[in-house]
């Protein structure tokens, strides 16, 4: 069973930074896929950003240059950094991992002020 929980949410002004962290448990076991979706108000939740077992990075368009994933070396944790914050940035943000099928977290508020 893996658990998913997600940190580091908040309300920030237009152009600054937050970090989002995700601690897995369970059956990580350092494979699989990892990564972060969005879901603003009334939209579909969004890929934003994955990373591979073998670091291999994935971003969404909008967000290439400006936000960063990665994790750490157990392989059991991983990061969003987010710089140079826009309004359009603001939603629920939740981390993902999939091996042999998908979880979800429980979802981080993330509101940027203009």
């Known amino acids: 069973q893996v658990q998913l929980v997600e940190s580091g949410g908040g309300l920030v002004q237009a152009g600054g930074s937050l970090r989002l962290s995700c601690a897995a448990s369970?059956?990580?076991?350092?494979?699989?896929?990892m990564g972060w979706f969005r879901q603003a108000p009334g939209k579909e939740r969004e890929l934003v950003a994955t990373i591979t077992n073998g670091g291999f990075a994935n971003y969404a368009d909008s967000v290439k240059g400006r936000f960063t994933i990665s994790r750490d070396i157990a392989g059991n944790t991983w990061y969003l950094q987010m710089n140079d914050l826009k309004s359009d940035d603001t939603a629920v943000y939740y981390c993902?991992?999939?091996?042999?099928?998908?979880?979800w977290g429980q979802g981080t508020q993330v509101t940027v002020s203009s």
């Open positions: 369970g059956s990580i076991f350092r494979r699989g896929t």
């Open positions: 993902y991992y999939a091996l042999t099928e998908g979880h």
